[in-house]
């Protein structure tokens, strides 16, 4: 089957192996090789080597991408990029 509907109301389309998150009004917000939802409401999208993540609307959260990106239990991103951590809250600000 190549369409499922999320908890957020959007839906997901795979096409020639590609993952693809349509709002409500059938509109693609988002697509990559893989995309997770996330508890927050955010998605996790993987295209080719690194991972970014998105708002809710589809928009890319900037600073927040590395070759691992996890979402940790107090809110906040946890990325690694060459062998560095770093940590970003949902607006893409650093924190320590």
């Known amino acids: 089957m190549d369409?499922?509907?999320l908890w957020n109301g959007c839906?997901?389309?795979i096409k020639l192996d590609r993952?693809?998150?349509y709002n409500r009004r059938d509109?693609?917000?988002i697509w990559g090789d893989?995309?997770?939802l996330l508890g927050n409401g955010c998605y996790k999208v993987r295209n080719g080597s690194f991972w970014h993540v998105h708002g809710p609307d589809g928009s890319r959260i900037g600073s927040v991408w590395g070759d691992f990106v996890d979402l940790m239990p107090n809110?906040?991103?946890h990325c690694r990029r060459a062998g560095m951590d770093f940590y970003y809250d949902v607006r893409g600000?650093?924190?320590r």
Do not use: K, T
């Open 3 to 5: 369409w499922q509907e």
């Open 11 to 13: 839906h997901v389309r």
């Open 19 to 21: 993952v693809s998150v």
């Open 27 to 29: 509109d693609r917000i």
């Open 34 to 36: 893989e995309v997770f």
């Open 75 to 77: 809110g906040l991103f």
């Open 93 to 95: 600000n650093e924190r």
